[in-house]
């Protein structure tokens, strides 16, 4: 248990996908008030959940959200920037991804969640923070890419490419992480980031096996390996942490 999570409000973007539903259950258990803003809504009730639906790159949108959590909940603690397109190696017909071929308006559609999503959650839910004057902690997701560039290798059989968004918004991330903890430290806001590696999610056996050998603990990362990380950077027991990124990869980016 992270006692000091206790009654803590809690945002979460993105937060009805994979990962998010775990961070908002570890939470929950924590006995902390989670609200999720997405673009999908999830079938679920617990007397601290609440969920908007909230596109985080419509700054409008954020500001009249920070201004009805407020009005409900009186506090704002933790911020986490979860939310992202994320693209699964997946077999393809046609070479998906290709750098020669890559849409700008996809670019910038992707940067616009990834990147401009979080900027914009971190200026209004920051500020706020701020204002209270009681501190506060944002939390980054990035990514073992935004560490090291994807080796493409790995995805050759399945016709595929990791985007190069991915890694430009996961390698940001790392730089938001820093200039918000530099920028906020005066007002005991602290901002980190984690950056977790892939987890197998019914992957092609032949990619599985590739990515293996690339990862010292020669295996990927189960869905909850992450769940502590997330409530130990947004606990009072990370109390002298800010700026920094935990990678928690297998090993990957060491090698
Ligand atoms: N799953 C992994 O193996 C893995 C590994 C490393 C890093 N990550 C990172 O972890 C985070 C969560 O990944 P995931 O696997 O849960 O992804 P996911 O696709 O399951 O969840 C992402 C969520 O973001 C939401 N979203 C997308 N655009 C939005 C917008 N404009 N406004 C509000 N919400 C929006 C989606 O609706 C979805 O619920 C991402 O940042 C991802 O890059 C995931």
Redesign the pocket.
């Known amino acids: 248990m992270f006692k000091d999570l206790n009654n803590k409000t809690v945002i979460i973007?993105?937060g009805?996908?994979?990962?998010?539903i775990q961070f908002v259950n570890e939470f929950l258990e924590n006995n902390a008030n989670v609200i999720v803003?997405?673009?999908?809504k999830r079938k679920f009730y617990h007397p601290r959940f609440t969920q908007y639906m909230?596109?985080?790159?419509k700054e409008n949108s954020v500001r009249l959200v920070v201004k009805k959590i407020v009005k409900k909940f009186n506090k704002i603690n933790i911020l986490i920037n979860?939310?992202?397109?994320?693209h699964l190696p997946k077999k393809n017909k046609k070479k998906l991804n290709n750098f020669e071929e890559f849409d700008l308006l996809r670019w910038k559609k992707e940067l616009d969640?990834?990147l401009s999503?979080a900027m914009i959650c971190t200026k209004y839910f920051g500020k706020k923070m701020c204002d209270q004057n009681k501190g506060g902690v944002i939390l980054n997701?990035s990514?073992?890419l935004g560490i090291i560039a994807p080796n493409q290798n790995l995805y050759q059989k399945l016709n595929f490419a990791k985007p190069v968004t991915y890694s430009v918004i996961?390698h940001g991330i790392i730089g938001l992480t820093k200039y918000t903890a530099s920028y906020w430290g005066n007002k005991r806001i602290r901002c980190n980031a984690i950056a977790?590696?892939?987890?197998n999610?019914n992957f092609d056996k032949h990619f599985v096996e590739k990515i293996k050998k690339l990862i010292p603990l020669n295996r990927m990362?189960k869905y909850n390996e992450y769940n502590k990380i997330v409530l130990f950077l947004c606990s009072d027991q990370s109390s002298y942490m800010t700026g920094t990124t935990i990678i928690a990869d297998g090993g990957r980016t060491v090698i």
Request: proline letters at 3%; a negative charge; hydrophobic letters at 35%.
């Open positions: 973007t993105g009805n996908g994979f990962l998010g803003l997405d673009l999908k909230c596109d985080i790159t979860n939310a992202a397109i994320d969640v990834g999503g997701v990514s073992d996961k977790p590696g892939g987890i999610q990362a």
